[in-house]
């Protein structure tokens, strides 16, 4: 049936939030993962520095280069689990409850001027699964069932859509995962080297030593070449889904790669993804700034301080100079001014 004849508000609601017990597999698959190797770091590579133990590390700094590779190790798995846990309960956003923008099949539904993204015929785009229209960098998820404020992917090892609100905790998970995988690859080649040459080294210690060095290693390769991609797209201004829809060739032939309509220069791109303040990037608090609904684009850049224009208290983040607000009736009359 045409979405024009089906009655306005028949929609399918999402389904409510870790219901489904199934796609918790991928996340018990990570818990694991971090588990074992974690395990096998403190049980056959820290303990045996720190307690001496071994008859292959008479050396009396071996100690202290434990309670240094001990040091760096917890506060970094501990970020890397509160980022995991933030990334899982944090949602990414979704389209207000508000009449504004709820689809309405044959209203007058073309595209304001502020719009950056409109279908090809000019009209604003709608979702028709949750009958609501889509701000900008905005797309409906269908294994979340709900439309996504500036959805970047959806990720299986999350159970969750990584989006506006949720973004800077998932780049700081692999930030501090990629830490923590080459902390263990490089601090427990030593303990590589003690079980190949110590004829006396058990089975089972030998095992375990090298499988968490393998494991090390092909988490540290996968979550690094993530990681660079991902640091990539935000330096561009883009996210996974701009960049696969808009730069990727479907049909084989070459594509010539463009900036992204949201690139505000590098620092600028970080910072809007990051947060403001330079000084809490790392920390896994704080909200992005805005609302998910409006972004600076190239034009605004040109036209209206950055800074100012972030500290505009209602939304704090808004497409073009002079605007309206994006589902709303509120027009300015004065024209756009040239740069």
């Known amino acids: 049936m045409d979405l024009g004849d089906m009655p306005f508000g028949v929609f399918e609601p999402p389904p409510a939030r870790f219901s489904e017990r199934m796609k918790f597999l991928p996340i018990a698959y990570v818990v694991l993962a971090m588990l074992m190797l974690g395990s096998?770091?403190?049980?056959?590579?820290?303990?045996?520095?720190?307690?001496?133990?071994?008859?292959?590390?008479?050396?009396?700094?071996?100690?202290?280069?434990?309670w240094c590779q001990l040091a760096i190790f917890v506060p970094t798995t501990v970020m890397l689990v509160i980022c995991y846990v933030r990334s899982i309960l944090t949602h990414p956003g979704e389209i207000p409850e508000d009449p504004k923008w709820e689809y309405l099949p044959r209203q007058q539904n073309a595209a304001p001027l502020t719009v950056q993204e409109t279908k090809r015929s000019g009209e604003r785009r709608h979702c028709k699964w949750c009958g609501k229209f889509k701000p900008d960098r905005c797309h409906h998820c269908r294994v979340c069932r709900t439309c996504v404020l500036k959805m970047d992917h959806h990720c299986p090892w999350i159970y969750n859509c990584v989006g506006f609100y949720n973004y800077k905790f998932f780049i700081l998970l692999l930030v501090y995962s990629a830490i923590d995988c080459y902390l263990i690859l490089f601090t427990m080649a030593e303990s590589v080297h003690r079980c190949i040459y110590d004829g006396a080294a058990a089975f089972g210690d030998l095992f375990l030593v090298f499988f968490g060095q393998f494991l090390a290693l092909v988490l540290a390769g996968l979550v690094s070449a993530f990681l660079g991609m991902h640091l990539w797209l935000i330096a561009r201004g883009m996210t996974t889904i701009e960049f696969c829809e808009k730069f990727v060739p479907k049909d084989?032939?070459?594509?010539?790669?463009?900036?992204?309509?949201?690139?505000?220069?590098?620092?600028?791109?970080?910072?809007?993804?990051?947060?403001?303040?330079?000084?809490?990037?790392?920390?896994?608090?704080?909200?992005?700034?805005?609302?998910?609904?409006?972004?600076?684009?190239?034009?605004?850049?040109?036209?209206?301080?950055?800074?100012?224009?972030?500290?505009?208290?209602?939304?704090?983040?808004?497409?073009?100079?002079?605007?309206?607000?994006?589902?709303?009736?509120?027009?300015?009359?004065?024209?756009?001014?040239?740069?």
């Open 40 to 66: 096998i770091y403190l049980c056959q590579h820290i303990f045996p520095l720190l307690t001496q133990k071994d008859a292959f590390h008479p050396d009396p700094r071996a100690e202290f280069r434990g």
């Open 252 to 339: 084989g032939s070459s594509k010539a790669f463009a900036n992204s309509l949201y690139d505000l220069g590098v620092f600028r791109n970080f910072k809007a993804t990051m947060g403001q303040n330079v000084a809490v990037w790392f920390l896994p608090i704080g909200v992005p700034d805005g609302d998910g609904l409006t972004f600076l684009c190239d034009e605004t850049r040109l036209t209206q301080d950055h800074d100012a224009f972030c500290k505009t208290p209602e939304p704090s983040q808004l497409s073009r100079p002079p605007w309206t607000l994006y589902g709303t009736e509120r027009w300015v009359d004065q024209p756009i001014d040239s740069p």
